[in-house]
């Protein structure tokens, strides 16, 4: 019974990091920048999310240790929901807001099952290898057999993005990201004891991401890991943690920073060709002028580009992007002050890319945890860069969140409790 139970346990784990990284509604082809369409509460991922959060809960209750249970409910993932959850009474529909967070709460339950469900660091390691490559094969496969809904085409609202690999996801610029990570999992798998899944997990993410066309992307993915193997390679993870400090300044001032100083602005210019980063300096602007408005409390979550006043704006012409048709900032940090207001987004900060470092600090002590540690740590360093492009903290399913949410959910378990040996 006790080796049924364990064999369960390692599959759901694999299956929950599948479903993380391939989401409820992969391929769904064309992508559409209407903005009442991302409005829309989707009946899939609602349900889907709901039913998955129950069979992992019932799951855990089951299988897992009692006190185990007891000590992954965190104070940093309760202050976490906290801020989001006070955040929804600034929002001008409150209702919707606090359904699209309860959708981000439930899938916690998934990322959290991920995590502690296995028996051992071999079980969960196994069973995310034979997941991930399964669903890094299914992604190729498409490639030949669908190459319409896998790659873009110059069809829909962006054609110039034709020719690049978008795989399961709706956008190159959410697959670059997914699947850097998922890279980043399969040199943890080659680190761990599956060489040969992980050495091909590796290889073919990392091919994928060089053809998505994300130039960022393709540039934070080598950074992040070099960092952290070079500071595992000369034994001080220290090193890794203070050249991670010193790389996000000067990221955060080559690209927010162009909008507050013509200094930054300059060297940007004279080092990249479009200093712009494909227009996003103009939602920057607006969102960064726009943080004042309610500099305390926030406009809420999920409460502010799809708004009515925003959506009732006239139409900058001078402006290389619409503000009216998009559904974030592009600029995680900016949004969550935006969402948050001023306390609240610098304290969701402090609490999912600050704290996290500490915790790494913390679980290397432990030789057993090392590995495991530095993928996760792996992803933050590349998941802050990241945002400095993209939005997604509390993104509800989004496969970038919920992995960047594995990563500081197992740093905290790893740091408290250790990563759990072969029994």
Known sequence: ?????????????????????????????????????????????????????????????????????????????????????????????????????????????????????????????????????????????????????????????????????????????????????????GIYCLRAGATVRGLLIALLAANFVLHTGSKTTIGFLPLAIMLVLGGRAVGKPGLTVFAHFLFSILIFCLTLGTIYSNLFLSITTALLEDPTFTGRDDIWKFASASIAD???????????????????????????????????????????????????GLSMIVLLFAKPLYDYMRATRQAASRHFADFCIMVIIFMTYNGMMESFLLNRADPMWLMTALAVFGLGIAARMGVRMPH
């Not at 799809?306 to 001078?318: D, K, Q, T, V, Y």
């Open 1 to 185: 019974m006790a080796r049924i139970t364990r064999k369960v346990a390692a599959f759901l784990s694999g299956a929950g990091l599948f479903l993380i990284a391939f989401t409820l509604i992969p391929f769904q082809g064309t992508y559409d920048l209407d903005p009442t369409k991302a409005n829309e509460g989707n009946i899939v991922n609602q349900l889907g999310y709901l039913g998955l959060g129950g069979l992992y809960l019932f799951a855990m209750l089951l299988i897992v240790d009692r006190r185990v249970l007891k000590r992954i409910v965190s104070p940093t993932w309760v202050a976490v929901f906290a801020i989001a959850f006070l955040s929804c009474l600034q929002s001008y529909d409150p209702t919707a807001s606090a359904r699209g967070l309860m959708l981000s709460l439930v899938a916690m339950i998934l990322v959290a099952g991920v995590l502690v469900l296995p028996r051992s660091e071999k079980d969960f390691v196994n069973a995310g290898a034979n997941a991930i490559l399964f669903l890094i094969l299914v992604d190729y496969a498409a490639l030949v057999l669908a190459p319409g809904i896998a790659i873009h085409t110059a069809t829909g609202s962006e054609p110039w993005h034709a020719g690049f690999w978008k795989g399961h996801l709706i956008h190159k610029n959410v697959t670059a990201p997914v699947f850097s990570v998922l890279c980043m999992f």
């Open 294 to 344: 309610h500099l305390w409390g926030g406009h809420g979550y999920a409460s502010f580009w799809l708004s009515p006043i925003i959506r009732g704006l006239e139409a900058n012409f001078e402006a290389n992007w619409d503000v009216r048709g998009i559904v974030s900032g592009h600029n995680s940090y900016l949004d969550a002050v935006l969402t948050f207001g001023l306390p609240g």
